[in-house]
């Protein structure tokens, strides 16, 4: 079959339009595919999955409705009122039928005309199609001493001798036996991977930065981080392992305490909230004057001074940490605060409501820019352009087709 009249049959299927002849054909094709296309497979399931989304949250929003239940996407909505009246009901199943159908002809339409589904025609709206961060950090030791660490490792054991994790020594430096301060840094569009004293290891998110002793020696394994940071501890029941967060002027500071476990904490100093995401184990959170423990997929929320705790699904938060930018009905504007900071970019927002639009997807934070906006503005609802001096211009989309 022709890769044109593949994606149609996806599309069909997705979303529940498929013939009975249909669905044969392309349970052919798929248990006859190759790996490649069952990988093009999922991409394009992520894609209309964010599509959905976004087209519900639109028509709630339109038709002055604060929820609506979606079946087979998850319950992802801006507010918790039921429905009211079986007409209202059977005009929403029509409305979102008809407009899920407009943007996935749409879709499809676009595809079949480019061929490979690429952003051809989009290239003239990103003047500087970026390329994603990528590895990279600095270390600032207890003298002042600055050493940038090589783009072509992946992470770094602190002991007495600095080395990467391939047992390379990172520029003849020694620690020796004293303690020194030692300071981990990544810039915007960065991220890399940290060894502690101890073992324990810890994953910086772009802009980030933890700070720690070269030794932990007696009572508590303490450090401090401000961004985003994913911790595999080492388990040790007699020293906690701590991690403080710092104070901004939105919010008060955190610590969290683990004997070992995995966890993910984004504590970035311009957004509202901090935000520990536990995998495995259990922890201890401490903000003001609370203290909650939390277990595996939950998530506590701290900000001044209180604690709240969701259950979440915990790979969400750590999608980062494994390649991907993961939608799991964010709203816009926490979108692009992660794409900014990854693809060191400045956004300039042209329409303040669409901050509030909410999606659903995955894609992968190794595509250049376009590849990742290109699939926001697939919903209909959105449409950026890139500047050659780096600025993301965020405009609301006219109409509901590309």
Excluded: C
């Amino acid at each position: 079959m022709q890769k044109e009249e593949i994606q149609l049959l996806v599309k069909n299927y997705l979303n529940g339009v498929a013939t009975a002849e249909e669905l044969e054909r392309l349970s052919d094709w798929y248990g006859s595919a190759s790996d490649e296309n069952v990988e093009w497979f999922a991409e394009v399931e992520r894609e209309e999955e964010l599509l959905k989304v976004s087209m519900y949250a639109n028509i709630e929003r339109k038709i002055g409705k604060q929820e609506i239940g979606k079946q087979g996407i998850g319950e992802r909505g801006i507010g918790e009122r039921e429905h009211s009246g079986s007409i209202l009901k059977l005009w929403l199943r029509i409305a979102v039928a008809a407009a899920v159908a407009m943007i996935v002809f749409g879709v499809w339409l676009f595809n079949s005309r480019y061929g490979d589904g690429n952003v051809k025609p989009q290239t003239a709206a990103y003047a500087n199609d970026l390329a994603p961060g990528k590895q990279g950090a600095t270390l600032t030791l207890g003298n002042g001493k600055r050493i940038a660490l090589s783009e072509a490792k992946n992470g770094v054991v602190v002991g007495k001798d600095l080395e990467y994790n391939d047992g390379t020594k990172v520029a003849g430096e020694e620690l020796g036996s004293a303690m020194v301060e030692v300071t981990a840094e990544t810039a915007r569009g960065q991220t890399y991977s940290f060894t502690l004293p101890d073992g324990s290891k810890v994953w910086l998110n772009a802009d980030s930065k933890i700070s720690f002793p070269s030794q932990f020696k007696e009572g508590q394994r303490r450090i401090m981080l401000e961004g985003e940071a994913y911790f595999e501890v080492v388990k040790d029941q007699v020293h906690p392992f701590v991690v403080g967060t710092s104070l901004s002027g939105k919010r008060g500071g955190q610590e969290v305490e683990v004997l070992g476990t995995h966890f993910n904490i984004n504590s970035y100093t311009n957004e509202p909230d901090i935000k520990t995401t536990l995998l495995e184990g259990s922890i201890k959170i401490s903000s003001g004057s609370q203290n909650r423990i939390i277990k595996p997929n939950e998530q506590a929320i701290a900000g001044r001074g209180s604690i709240e705790i969701r259950e979440v699904t915990a790979e969400d938060a750590v999608a980062w940490k494994n390649g991907y930018f993961q939608f799991n009905g964010d709203n816009l504007e926490s979108i692009i605060t992660r794409i900014a900071r990854w693809y060191d970019i400045s956004p300039v927002w042209q329409d303040e409501t669409l901050k509030q639009e909410v999606f659903l997807g995955t894609v992968s934070r190794y595509e250049k820019i376009s590849k990742v906006l290109h699939m926001l503005e697939r919903t209909g609802t959105v449409s950026f352009s890139v500047t050659a001096d780096n600025k993301l211009i965020i405009r609301k989309k006219n109409n509901w087709t590309n």
